[in-house]
């Protein structure tokens, strides 16, 4: 959308909407206005920052600006905001978790009521931790406190029950977890894939060492970290760096420091992918480890593709591959991830740069922000209605 065809009025500590809420506003008179639970933050940055980190930043700015260019009036709040009142009719009200459930028995019966979901269906991704945990203390002997678990899954229920209709970013695998009821409501959206300051050229992919990375946010039994380190710890010809914040997670260190402390297992901590620091860190690095066992769409599995990473991925990071490219995960045990590893230090270089080059290239089409704007715009448009004021 064109920034200059929105106004983007106060910041949240006056309150231009008069509640509390950031606010866009439409060219001419609104339609109507829209509650947005989602990020009010990104409303308020300069209309030309291009975002960088986590998708969501970018993308709760553009659902606000495509509202508006349906020309509604947007009132932004955080969905965390569980004190924020109602003071008008609003035409409809957008949340990703409870605040829908909560507004729905004081909304007029006009409005329409939308869930963006963000991840796999709640209890299916709260199932699969707790396997996964399950699993991570039998194998070690250790206790680990479960960092991904959905809190109120009850309460999200009945914003999925509430909404009229929901956007899910996912593919058919995330799909497939939510209960069938829903799934005629639920159109899937394509993320809009980090921001990144540079991506390897074709002469690029294939560097001359074969290093591997794990790169992922917080939870590194839910996306698998622990597994990739049952296959370092009996495996010295592989190198494999780690991109995560494991300080925030003392009890997986505690169970893994051994290993971690391998001269084969690098440890780097958190990565902006958009600072230049990412690039030299994936200068010996071919192929990225994404054995998640719930995603919506995996950002982090995106980035690396969107960089020039060949894919090794569990089909629950809710990335779609091009046919007969990258490596799919029958399953995560670790001589499952092993034999991958092996299979793509195997592929001849040629055909290790053309399956890599035509999925970054798949990634860039399928997971671009022009992508997720079409998809989102059409959602909302289908949901909404194109604007009356032509």
Known sequence: ???????????????????????????????????????????????????????????????????????????????????????????????????????????????VKILHMTTGYPRFSMAAEL??????????????????????????????????????????????????????????????????????????????????????????????LDVVLEVLRRRSDLTLHIANNLAAEPDFVAAYRDVLAQDNVVYHGYMNAAHPSFRELLKDVFCFLSPSCSEGISTAAVTCLQFGLFPIASAETGVDLPFGCGLTLADCAPDTIAAAMDAALALPESDLRRQTRICQAYAHKLYSRAAFHDAMTGFLTETLGPDPRG
């Open 1 to 111: 959308m064109d920034a200059a065809k929105t106004r983007l009025l106060a910041k949240p500590e006056t309150g231009a909407a008069g509640n509390g809420a950031a606010l866009l506003l439409p060219e001419g008179k609104p339609r109507g206005t829209v509650l947005l639970s989602y990020l009010k933050g990104p409303l308020l940055s300069d209309p030309g920052d291009p975002l960088s980190g986590h998708t969501n930043r970018w993308e709760s700015r553009e659902i606000a600006r495509i509202l508006a260019t349906l020309g509604f009036a947007v009132e932004a709040i955080d969905y965390i905001e569980t004190e924020f009142a109602l003071d008008k009719d609003y035409a409809a009200v957008i949340d990703i978790a409870l605040n829908l459930q909560r507004f729905a028995a004081i909304l007029p019966p006009t409005c």
């Open 131 to 224: 396997a996964r945990v399950a699993a991570f203390e039998a194998r070690t002997g250790r206790l680990y406190a479960p960092k991904r678990l959905t809190p109120w899954p009850d309460l999200l229920d009945r914003s999925l029950s509430v909404a009229n209709r929901v956007s899910l970013l996912g593919n058919d695998e995330t799909l497939s977890t939510y209960p069938t009821i829903h799934r005629g409501k639920i159109r899937c959206i394509p993320v809009s894939g980090s921001f990144l300051s540079h991506v390897r050229t074709p002469d690029e992919l294939t560097p001359a060492k074969r290093e591997f990375i794990w790169f992922a946010g917080p939870g590194a039994v839910h996306k698998g």
